[in-house]
């Protein structure tokens, strides 16, 4: 709305002060309306204006809108001294998102409560679920696709192996800390609560290796439907242990090296420039 | 030293031949590359962006091997754009945010200097006001400019376009080569298309790609020149022609064969100049496009 026959105008002394924020808020309020309505006091206050401290202002709020929001652990991480351009790559990382995160704990909690609950300490849904967390999370942090952006993200100097690398320590780095402290609330023997981390630490370079020849979604459920096999397989005929103890053990960490090695291969002696993952 | 050397190069696909020996160098200007679906186009692409090896011959990118060290293959990596022809995005990220996800794997790592890059880029494709909106909710041929713009992240000096036109209105197209003509001065462009309209209208330079060979390469006007003599405008439409079609004014567009009686010699173009150096395959083409 501009009204032509405006009569009063503000004066510089007024301008001035306002521009310099030492007008009291009625005072600022009238003039700001004032200068919507009338362009020739708007062509005088131009040049009381700090054009550079403006144009800063602009850029951060721009900035500070263009920015997508961070995920809750990632804005953790930043806390804990993640650096910033690291974020940034993190932040589009499905699984680390709080949803995924949060029914990743609500589904071990529901594991653990099972477990509680029973009267002869059925742990198996637990041993089924809790393991299988980070690997999951792992194969999902590709995104719904099988990394839409991986054309990009090969030919960058950045490194795909570094990226699906610091994905997966990403992962870790947030499931853990949620998934031990449930661990702890089974009932049995104290040391089952870490004995899952065996397979679980183990299956995710079981996962990469697989990924690298078929993609991450068909070695996510290769892994998972293989895991609840040795779980289910293991619950008539074994003690609800057996999936943890020593030997089993050492299984997986002769499985998690040869995955090692296979990527270590892959790597070294593919064609395709840069990395396998 | 040319910004892309190839020489010998080859690459299969299983018992498919994608390229079968190919000799080219580029430096500073746009080249098209041009030539019918499976001519090897997007294989030369790749393997100048580095996305993949070829099987023999020797590739230097900026005088650099790119099967060399990880510090070769990086520092090539640094120096170059890439547009590929398939580029998804991930549903929920905004235009902004791709941008700046993708100039972080690019390595800029100062927050504020990333931030002016990111907007500057925006800029030049024109999406600085689109920046906040979702790439999901962008148009086809806005979600390419958003693809164009991470390309151009950094003043690459090599810059590979697959496609870069595809889903572009005219006026975007007339965009584009504003971009290219800024670009192309200090860096060597190298992009694929199926129209011969955006070679004419974007490059100086084309080659033209067959069955993994070169079976052209020069400047477009001299591609141009390759029709003289053999493009007319008849009343029929000539019984021996490369391909002939029906034009607006009730006239045929003749290229190639004997001029029919009463043939009148026509203005080349650089797309007949394509249809008469593919001859056959062209042929077959233009039957599948004009069923009626």
């Not at chain 2, 996305?51 to 005088?63: F, P, W």
């Not at chain 2, 000096?157 to 595809?166: M, Y």
């Not at chain 2, 889903?167 to 462009?189: E, F, K, W, Y």
């Not at chain 2, 034009?247 to 009148?264: F, L, N, S």
Request: hydrophobic fraction near 45%; glycine fraction near 10%; charge should be neutral.
């Amino acid at each position: 709305m501009t009204t032509p026959h405006t009569t009063w105008h503000a004066d510089d002394d007024l301008l001035a002060a306002y521009v310099a924020g030492e007008l009291d808020p009625i005072g600022g309020a009238s003039v700001e309306q004032h200068l919507t309505r009338c362009a020739e006091c708007r062509v005088r206050i131009r040049p009381l204006v700090d054009v550079p401290a403006l144009d800063r202002t602009w850029l951060a709020i721009r900035d500070t809108v263009q920015s997508p929001v961070l995920p809750l652990p990632i804005r953790v991480a930043r806390r804990l001294g993640l650096p910033e351009p690291t974020s940034v790559l993190l932040a589009a990382t499905a699984s680390l998102r709080t949803a995924w995160l949060a029914s990743a704990v609500v589904a071990l909690a529901f594991a653990v409560l099972a477990a509680a609950w029973s009267s002869d300490g059925v742990i198996a849904p637990f041993l089924l679920v809790a393991p299988l967390i980070p690997v999951l999370g792992v194969a999902a942090a590709y995104g719904p696709h099988e990394d839409p952006l991986e054309s990009l993200v090969v030919t960058a100097p950045y490194g795909r192996t570094r990226l699906i690398l610091l994905r997966t320590l990403a992962v870790l780095a947030s499931a853990l800390p949620v998934a031990v402290p449930l661990g702890f609330l089974l009932p049995g023997p104290v040391w089952l609560a870490v004995a899952w981390l065996g397979p679980a630490l183990a299956l995710v370079p079981v996962l990469l290796a697989l990924a690298s020849f078929v993609g991450p979604r068909a070695a996510g459920a290769t892994v998972a439907i293989g895991w609840s096999a040795v779980v289910l397989g293991s619950l008539r005929p074994l003690p609800a242990t057996w999936p943890v103890e020593a030997t089993q053990q050492v299984v997986y960490l002769g499985l998690a090296a040869l995955a090692g090695v296979v990527l270590y291969v892959r790597t070294r002696h593919d064609r395709q420039i840069g990395a396998v993952l | 030293m040319n910004a892309i050397d190839l020489q010998g190069v080859t690459k299969s696909y299983g018992r498919t031949r994608a390229l079968a020996g190919v000799d080219l160098s580029f430096d500073r200007g746009v080249t098209g590359l041009l030539g019918p679906n499976g001519a090897g186009k997007t294989t030369l692409l790749r393997i100048v962006a580095t996305s993949i090896g070829a099987d023999s011959g020797t590739v230097r990118l900026l005088g650099r091997d790119p099967h060399g060290t990880h510090g070769d293959v990086t520092a090539i990596r640094r120096e170059l754009g890439y547009l590929p022809q398939e580029l998804g995005y991930p549903s929920d990220m905004t235009a902004f945010g791709f941008v700046e996800y993708v100039a972080v794997l690019k390595e800029w790592n100062d927050r504020t200097r990333r931030l002016a890059e990111v907007r500057r880029v925006l800029d030049l494709v024109g999406l600085g006001d689109l920046a906040t909106r979702k790439v999901s909710k962008l148009s086809g041929g806005q979600k390419r400019r958003v693809g164009l713009a991470q390309s151009l992240l950094g003043d690459p000096r090599v810059l590979v376009l697959d496609e870069p036109t595809t889903g572009l209105d005219p006026a975007q197209r007339a965009d584009l080569r504003r971009t290219l003509s800024v670009v192309a001065g200090r860096c060597a462009v190298l992009l694929s298309t199926h129209q011969t309209e955006d070679v004419a209208a974007l490059c100086e330079r084309v080659v033209v790609l067959a069955g993994g060979r070169v079976r052209f390469d020069g400047a477009v006007s001299e591609m141009i020149r390759t029709a003289e003599g053999q493009v007319w405008l008849a009343d029929d439409p000539g019984h021996d022609a490369v391909v002939s079609w029906r034009t607006g004014t009730g006239r045929h567009h003749v290229v190639g064969g004997m001029p029919p009686p009463g043939a009148v010699p026509a203005e080349p173009t650089l797309e007949d100049a394509y249809l008469l150096m593919l001859g056959a395959d062209a042929r077959t083409a233009s039957a599948r496009a004009a069923p009626a």
